[in-house]
């Protein structure tokens, strides 16, 4: 265990965990939407379901960039405890909180910097 692990490796690897599953669960989704549409017309501009399949693709686009932004975010926070960096704030160096860690375990910023922007 390294400092500022006190279960925290175990959460990381929890988000990472749940990233990946939903990455897995967005690509079934995403070749069902294609293979559902491939037998209808092409034309979604004329096509009365055409929008639904281009607002479901895009849809499923954007809830596949959370999940790799949320797997980025975890393999980072591994980094940190690696480096013995993982509870400290990168904007002002301070301590972040075990509760805020808890809740957000792959956070890189104390509560208050979160709120600023940048």
Do not use: K
């Not at 559902?36 to 501009?45: I, K, L, M, R, V």
């Not at 993982?86 to 957000?104: F, H, K, M, Q, S």
């Amino acid at each position: 265990m390294t400092p500022g692990d006190d279960g925290a490796r175990e959460r990381v690897l929890a988000v990472r965990a749940e990233a990946v599953r939903r990455l897995a669960s967005l690509g079934a989704a995403f070749d069902d939407v294609v293979a559902a549409s491939a037998w209808s017309n092409a034309d979604d501009e004329h096509d009365p379901e055409g929008a639904t399949v281009a607002f479901e693709r895009a849809q499923i686009g954007a809830l596949a960039r959370q999940a790799r932004a949320d797997l980025a975010d975890a393999d980072a926070a591994l980094v940190r405890l690696d480096a013995g960096t993982y509870a400290t704030c990168e904007r002002c160096g301070t301590r972040i909180p075990a509760e805020r860690l808890a809740v957000r375990p792959t956070t890189r910023r104390c509560v208050a910097c979160a709120g600023r922007p940048g």
